[in-house]
């Protein structure tokens, strides 16, 4: 099998790092910001707790390039649709 | 050519696109489309919410935000028993590997109960599919993820009961990365969701 | 790098060792051509299916209001005394480009060619996931099913047109029809599910099974394309199921996605259906082009002019494919400054496809030209594909759209493109790799004369359509000659729908000839056609397993007419320093 399989990281970090982000979250979210600055800083948040989960879970931080590219890929005509329909009400 | 070279020729493998087994691979390429799924419908939701003028409920207004912050913590508890497996049968620790994926199936499990219980909640107090724009979203979004974990939990309980039967070693336990991979894909859908739906 | 090791693929190549009970055999057989087959035999039922819904609203629209030949025979829901309703026609309409372009089209070019064809020309046994294989085909059995039972429940089949657009299609009050409308989107969930196993075959094997010396540019350009397809096919096809998943429930749960009065957008239905509509149209074109590009080079005894530029053409085509769906929408009332961006990148996408159709004339530039049926077919796929591109244009430009679309030139255009495009290319397929898949030749002087009267009558069908589209000729309607700006072009509407029979004649005469040919076709040589590409190289039909070893690959795939050789083609697992000295 691949070397890649050998690198394991160490998992509960991960998990605590995704617990924390959790709780920062929640919090965040009722903090009263305002609305435009509230979306920005819960997206960002979510996005790292998700790059984290593929990263680290899933992996990918080990795996060829190719495969990072292809999980990455899908990523592209999902914005495309999303912010073009979107445009249609701006 | 001599028929050395011959031979060494039939024994060449085939060519590997990317480096990687194909029971991985596959399982990559159904989720690429599985994005573009959950992107129809969530996509949708965004749409439909910050782009059409209706006024909608504010986070917390109608869904529970506390239980389902419990249940996202749940959920990411149940992917790291998964991870924990796979890491356990790659050292070849089938007795732990058996364990961990027996934790990720009842913590997979407990939080689809647990969503059923706050649809059983939203619904007794009059919120339904039916309920405009929002019920409409809701439903599908939350409906359709639930669906994907139910079906995962499913197909973890097979592996588990394989690995009980000494189904995986240390040399082959590519059906554990593999049901692994989908696995944290729906955790990490979760993760977008409940910030889309319950947070923003 | 990873160690790279031989991974078995699980099939072995036993002739009759165990023998497989009839049913594992034949009916749930994980053997990719057993499987291409199954579809094959399903697809044509279906494009016969199609054909005859045509049929039938050529009739009304040849006749209006007259009694159709045989309509006695329908139920008085559909045609009382034999004149077709406006609720049976606006039926025929719809489920006519819905079994066409997913029933026939569609599953003709992938169920059919991508399973038969990638395992045989990458050189591998048999597909990544065969069992998943059996699966594809039999949901899509099943979602056939699901969509002509349609036509037997009370209220009748859907009415909202293949694109199904809301809030007609989720309003069972308005349209009158209920069960049909939830079949369609039943059956095109199965469908995309179905689709969407196949898809997972086709990349996977390409990516990893090819055989050794089989680099990605030594690929034959039908499965370049198959391949291609197949990506659109995971990118475009979920978000249709989606969509569907969500018209469904406005039409039974109380959802209000795309209903207007509880805040839905019909206008999200368009958007979402046309972001997977338009990947879909060059999933329709896609893989024609690349069996063309296979057979024309056999044919002119030439490589393909441009190889690496045919290929890059098919992956701008896919890209650009997901940036132009807003062109089906330019009357809709969407943003003018999303309609030009959409403007723009869809007159750009006709610049890839026109580097194919000049590399398909350089190819057949000075070439040895033979006129086999498949080689007439594929020609003539170039022609009307152009034709049909050309028109394209046309309907690219917004203001021009605004005054044809939803005109009978859009159907024009459509036809060219799909039939004359990928039902020409479909043949020409049917007719090149019939040897291979059944041991048995078609004759040529039979396809040669289904070529011609298919050529012939095609182009009486839809050339006038271009006419009647910018005369005015609103699509989807019942009766022209009730328009006075219409009632002039009726006997143009005549014309068109007497060709339209005779055109389904011709195919009708194509299916006696096929299965005349399965049963008493000459027996046919392992490479009939002299073929340089992987599948020519084992038995006609191959066994079970396809290869009893596993070919090296040390040519590209078109290696016709070499210089430095005195056979005119060159196979692509045949090794050089057997051949010619000389050659590298």
Request: hydrophobic content about 50%.
């Amino acid at each position: 099998m691949s070397e890649a399989g050998k690198q394991h990281p160490r998992y509960m970090l991960v998990f605590g790092g995704l617990a924390v982000l959790t709780a920062i979250e929640v919090t965040a979210a009722f903090m009263g910001f305002p609305r435009s600055v509230t979306i920005i800083v819960l997206l960002g948040l979510a996005g790292w707790k998700a790059l984290l989960v593929a990263l680290y879970f899933m992996h990918l931080k080990w795996e060829p390039r190719a495969l990072k590219v292809l999980a990455a890929a899908p990523l592209l005509p999902a914005a495309i649709m999303v912010v073009v329909i979107l445009m249609e009400y701006v | 050519m001599t028929s050395h070279a011959a031979t060494m020729e039939r024994g060449r493998s085939p060519e590997r696109g990317l480096g990687v087994p194909t029971n991985k691979l596959g399982m990559w390429i159904f989720l690429t489309s599985e994005v573009m799924f959950f992107t129809g419908i969530i996509g949708s939701y965004i749409i439909l919410r910050f782009g059409a003028s209706d006024s909608w409920a504010a986070p917390g207004e109608v869904l529970n935000v506390t239980v389902t912050a419990v249940n996202t913590f749940i959920l990411i508890c149940s992917s790291v028993t998964m991870v924990k497996a796979f890491a356990a049968i790659e050292n070849g620790d089938e007795k732990m590997l058996r364990i961990w994926l027996l934790a990720t199936a009842i913590i997979g499990a407990s939080f689809v109960g647990i969503q059923l219980f706050e649809y059983s909640e939203l619904i007794h107090h009059g919120f339904l599919p039916s309920s405009g724009l929002y019920g409409s979203t809701f439903y599908s979004m939350t409906g359709f993820h639930g669906f994907h974990v139910t079906v995962g939990v499913l197909c973890i309980l097979w592996v588990t009961l394989k690995a009980f039967r000494g189904g995986y070693t240390q040399e082959n336990h590519q059906g554990v990365e593999v049901i692994g991979l989908y696995w944290h894909f729906v955790d990490l859908v979760w993760i977008i969701l409940f910030t889309i739906v319950y947070l923003i | 790098m990873a160690t790279i090791t031989a991974e078995p693929t699980g099939v072995a190549v036993v002739e009759e060792e165990h023998p497989l009970p009839f049913i594992r055999k034949y009916i749930f057989s994980t053997d990719h051509k057993t499987i291409a087959i199954q579809f094959l035999f399903t697809c044509l039922f279906f494009l016969l299916v199609g054909g005859l819904l045509a049929v039938m609203l050529r009739y009304q629209l040849g006749y209006p209001g007259k009694p159709m030949p045989g309509g006695d025979l329908l139920p008085e829901t559909m045609a009382p005394g034999g004149i077709i309703l406006p609720e049976f026609y606006i039926s025929l309409v719809t489920m006519h480009g819905t079994f066409m372009v997913f029933f026939a089209i569609m599953p003709l070019l992938v169920g059919v060619y991508a399973n038969y064809l990638i395992p045989l020309q990458i050189g591998t046994h048999d597909m990544a996931f065969p069992r998943l294989n059996m699966w594809s085909y039999w949901l899509f059995f099943v979602s056939g099913l699901v969509m002509l039972s349609s036509f037997a429940v009370e209220g009748g089949a859907s009415v909202a047109g293949w694109t199904q657009y809301a809030p007609l299609s989720a309003m069972p009050e308005a349209s009158g029809v209920y069960a049909g409308q939830q079949l369609w989107m039943i059956s095109i969930a199965i469908f995309g599910f179905s689709s969407l196993l196949g898809s997972i075959n086709y990349v996977t094997t390409v990516i990893n099974l090819r055989a050794p010396g089989m680099t990605w540019f030594r690929l034959p350009l039908a499965t370049w394309s198959l391949f291609i397809t197949a990506i659109l096919g995971l990118l475009a096809i979920p978000v249709l199921t989606a969509a569907v998943i969500m018209l469904l429930f406005d039409q039974t749960i109380g959802t209000t996605f795309f209903l207007p009065e509880t805040g839905g957008q019909p206008l999200l239905w368009q958007h979402l259906f046309w972001f997977f509509g338009h990947p879909e149209v060059y999933i329709l074109i896609l893989p024609a082009m690349g069996f063309v590009s296979d057979i024309i080079a056999n044919g002119s005894r030439k490589p393909i002019f441009g190889y690496h530029s045919m290929v890059f053409a098919l992956i701008s085509i896919a890209f650009l494919g997901f940036i132009v769906w807003g062109h089906h929408m330019f009357q809709s009332g969407m943003n003018p400054a999303l309609a030009m961006s959409f403007m723009i990148s869809t007159l750009v996408i006709a610049v890839p496809s026109a580097i194919k159709v000049f590399n398909w004339m350089g190819t057949m530039w000075r070439g040895s030209i033979q006129f086999t049926p498949h080689m007439l077919f594929a020609v003539g796929f170039v022609m009307l594909f152009a034709i049909g591109g050309l028109s394209g244009i046309f309907m690219a430009s917004t203001p021009v759209d605004i005054y044809i679309h939803d005109t009978y030139f859009i159907v024009a255009h459509l036809h060219y493109v799909l039939f004359g495009g990928s039902l020409f290319a479909i043949f020409a397929a049917i007719y090149y790799w019939f040897p291979k898949m059944f041991g048995r030749m078609i004759n040529d002087t039979m396809g040669r004369i289904h070529f011609a009267l298919t050529f012939i009558f095609f182009n009486l069908v839809f050339f006038p359509m271009h006419g009647l589209g910018m005369g005015g000729m609103m699509r989807r309607i019942y009766d022209p000659s009730q328009y006075e700006h219409l009632a002039g072009m009726q006997d143009t509407n005549t014309l068109v729908s007497l060709s339209a029979f005779a055109l389904y004649a011709s195919g009708l005469l194509f299916f006696v000839m096929f299965f005349w040919s399965l049963f008493r076709g000459k027996k046919a040589p392992v490479n009939p056609w002299n073929a340089t590409t992987l599948e020519w190289q084992v038995p006609s039909p191959p066994l079970h397993g396809n290869w009893t070893e596993i070919p090296v690959v040390y040519h590209g795939p078109y290696e016709y007419s070499h210089p430095d050789m005195d056979k005119d083609w060159l196979s692509q697992n045949e090794r050089p320093d057997v051949v010619s000295p000389a050659r590298h």
